[in-house]
């Protein structure tokens, strides 16, 4: 009988300062976060909608003020606003979470339910950590600025009955894209050592380094990486100038 090993085990735990988030899960009208928006809304429970709403306002953002329907779309905005910096900064530093699920998206704007998550190694939009998700990559490095928007959206439909206007809503997500840009840019500018990003020169030269982070094979997502090309790329324009 072949004697028993005992092997090195870890344990991680997550501690969060909530885990109120946007919506429903895998399986529409069930969920074992009771503090997500959506499915309330889906069960056409506005009493404890609003419940949760309330709460989350007078807990975590007091300084909207008394609940309210006011409060309730300036909630909705400091949530577009936290969510596009979160998504610059998972950019940033190549993080792809790999299953943003609106049950996934934190209300705070943090970053929570780490999954199949990863960093890029190439610099690749279209890579997923998440092998369930090859074939359609809809949680992609480069597509989740873009799912955090979709999943906004339905955080907005959650919230309507609470205001009964689309127009607020509407507004502040047409908002969401300029403040996702206005981040990246200065995110771009930072890596890149740019005392600011001008965007009718800079948005140029981003892109073709990114081009160029495509096609060298094996080239890795990183500042070292970004200022080399950067000078490969002024070296290069100064002798065709």
């Known amino acids: 009988m072949k004697k028993a090993v005992r092997l090195p085990q870890q344990n991680t735990v997550?501690?969060?300062?909530?885990?109120?988030?946007?919506g429903l899960g895998f399986t529409v009208g069930f969920s074992s976060n009771p503090g997500n928006f959506?499915?309330?809304?889906a069960r056409n429970d506005l009493t404890t909608l609003q419940q949760l709403t309330d709460y989350t306002i007078s807990t975590f953002f007091p300084q909207l003020g008394k609940p309210g329907r006011d409060s309730y779309i300036a909630l909705f905005h400091e949530v577009c606003q936290s969510t596009a910096k979160l998504m610059v900064e998972w950019l940033r530093v190549g993080f792809v979470h790999g299953v943003m699920n609106t049950d996934n998206m934190s209300i705070l704007g943090l970053t929570i339910d780490y999954g199949p998550y990863g960093w890029l190694e190439n610099y690749d939009p279209a890579w997923t950590p998440n092998t369930t998700?090859?074939?359609g990559r809809r949680y992609c490095y480069g597509r989740q600025g873009q799912i955090a928007?979709?999943?906004l959206a339905k955080l907005a439909n959650a919230l309507y009955p609470l205001?009964?206007?689309t127009t607020p809503f509407e507004e502040i997500l047409q908002g969401y894209t300029h403040i996702f840009d206005q981040h990246w840019q200065e995110m771009m500018a930072a890596k890149?050592?740019?005392r600011s990003f001008d965007?009718?020169?800079d948005q140029a030269?981003?892109?073709e380094l990114f081009l160029l982070l495509i096609s060298i094979v094996r080239l890795g997502f990183c500042m070292n990486n970004f200022l080399v090309l950067l000078t490969l790329r002024v070296r290069l324009t100064g002798l065709h100038s």
């Open 14 to 22: 997550n501690f969060f300062l909530t885990l109120f988030t946007f």
């Open 38 to 41: 959506e499915i309330f809304a």
């Open 133 to 135: 998700d090859a074939a």
């Open 149 to 151: 928007h979709w999943n």
């Open 163 to 165: 205001v009964g206007q």
């Open 192 to 194: 890149l050592g740019l």
């Open 199 to 201: 965007t009718a020169g």
């Open 205 to 207: 030269m981003v892109e």
